[in-house]
């Protein structure tokens, strides 16, 4: 079984009449909806409230990256909205997570912060050859998770297969984060690796990304139910 408060179903969409009807799908589990860049685009912030009307909890996932004042003043008035998880790029570095994690726990919600380390999509030959970041990719994640720790994040977004090497080195406490989640029998889509939600479990991830597997499916609920099944 996997609990359901581990389980952010990522909101991948434009379209408001499939937003109304997912949450409205999720209403009444304890799972977390992940709002990116392209929903918050284009539908605004209005659409947080939507889903805390439902009882869902928010993961705002806009991966800030810029200067420091910049990334501290844009979560000043993010953090107007009641989220409770929002991420930057550990990229940013020490200066600007600091920074990013004294908006955030200064702030009302006080919601979660997370440092993004590398991208899922991110091969090895593009962190030594086009990063210029020698050693392995996983390497480079530990590392941008131990800078997070350090500069007061709550945890790292990551993929599964990293979350081991990053709990014994950060804490078992120091939250991970992982997308590319498939249960099997469903398409991986643009996922390169991925993992089943019992495999990440097992993996030991705090909260598992979970997008169109639930929300491509003629019943988001179905596909929901299952996953918590342990499909
Ligand atoms: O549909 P799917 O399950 O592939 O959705 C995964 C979600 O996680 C998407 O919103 C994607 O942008 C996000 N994500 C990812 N890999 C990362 C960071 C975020 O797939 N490293």
């Given at each position: 079984m996997?609990?359901?408060e581990?389980v952010?179903v990522a909101?991948?969409?434009q379209d408001?009449?499939?937003?109304k009807?997912?949450l409205?799908a999720?209403?009444g ?7 990116g860049m392209?929903?918050?685009y284009s539908?605004g912030p209005q ?19 810029d200067i420091?004042?910049?990334v501290s003043?844009a979560?000043?008035?993010?953090m107007?909205h ?6 930057v790029h550990?990229a ?5 997570l600091?920074m990013?994690?004294?908006v955030?726990?200064s ?9 993004v380390?590398?991208l ?6 593009q962190?030594?050859?086009e990063q ?14 131990q800078?997070?720790r350090m500069?007061g994040?709550?945890?790292?977004v990551?993929?599964p297969?990293?979350?081991?090497a990053?709990?014994?080195?950060c804490s078992?406490?120091?939250?991970t984060v992982t997308?590319?989640i498939r249960p099997l029998g469903?398409s991986?889509?643009?996922q390169k690796?991925?993992?089943t939600?019992?495999?990440?479990l097992?993996?030991?991830t ?9 929300t491509q ?10 996953i918590l099944?342990?499909?």
């Open positions: 996997i609990p359901a581990k952010i909101l991948d969409t408001p009449e499939q937003v009807k997912i409205d999720l209403k589990y304890k799972v977390w909806v992940k709002i392209e929903l918050f539908l659409v947080i409230q939507e889903a805390k009307d439902r009882d869902l909890k928010v993961f705002l996932d806009l991966k800030l990256h420091p004042t910049t003043h979560l000043q008035a993010l107007k009641p989220v409770d998880m929002v991420n550990a940013g570095g020490s200066e600007m600091k990013a994690s004294s955030v726990k702030s009302v919600h006080k919601p979660l912060l997370i440092a380390t590398q899922t999509s991110t091969t090895q030959s962190v030594n050859d210029h970041i020698t050693g392995s990719l996983e390497e480079s994640v530990v590392h941008y998770a800078l997070a500069s994040c709550d945890g790292v990551c993929a297969q990293e979350v081991i990053i709990k014994k080195i078992p406490e120091f939250i997308p590319g469903t991986m889509n643009d690796r991925v993992t939600p019992m495999d990440a097992r993996l030991g705090d909260y598992m990304v979970i997008g169109r597997p639930i499916n003629p019943s988001p609920l179905v596909a929901l139910v299952s099944k342990g499909s």
